[in-house]
């Protein structure tokens, strides 16, 4: 049962740091693909953004990578997994939601595309954050 436990701690840290940056992949795509659709040169100019949501999913499988080897301690580790799943998924959704409006004013105004980047990337300080707790966090 413990295994199992902790089993379920890992996939929940991978699919819900997948499912946030899935959405916010959605969310910073659609935003791209507008822009792109009335000035192609601008590629250059979003792309960070529109990729910045992924980073959570990856984060996700990192720590449950790293963390494999201690599937049998169950109820800790599935609480070690939880911060980073939980936090990954709503920062990797609200930074989609953040860095598509920053997409939308480089559409508008493409002069100041480097100080967009600053609003969805301090989202992305906290999934960090999550990712660090979750590695020093002694499971096994």
């Known amino acids: 049962m413990e295994k199992f436990i902790g089993i379920l ?15 916010g992949l959605y ?5 791209a693909a507008g822009v792109l659709s009335e000035d192609n040169k601008k590629f250059s100019k ?14 996700g499988f990192v720590l449950a990578v790293m963390k494999i ?17 939980v936090t990954g998924m709503l920062s990797a959704i609200l930074q989609g939601i953040t860095a598509a409006s920053c997409i939308y004013a480089i559409g508008k105004n493409s002069a100041g595309s480097g100080k967009y980047v600053l609003f969805p990337a301090m989202i992305e300080f906290y999934a960090i954050l999550s990712l660090v707790l979750g590695i020093m966090i002694p499971v096994a």
């Open 46 to 59: 979003i792309i960070v953004l529109a990729l910045l949501p992924a980073t959570q999913g990856i984060y």
């Open 69 to 85: 080897g201690s599937v049998a301690q169950g109820w800790p580790l599935f609480g070690a997994m939880l911060g980073l799943g």
């Open 27 to 31: 969310k910073t795509g659609a935003a």
């Open 9 to 23: 701690g890992l996939s929940l840290c991978m699919i819900l740091c997948g499912a946030g940056s899935a959405f």
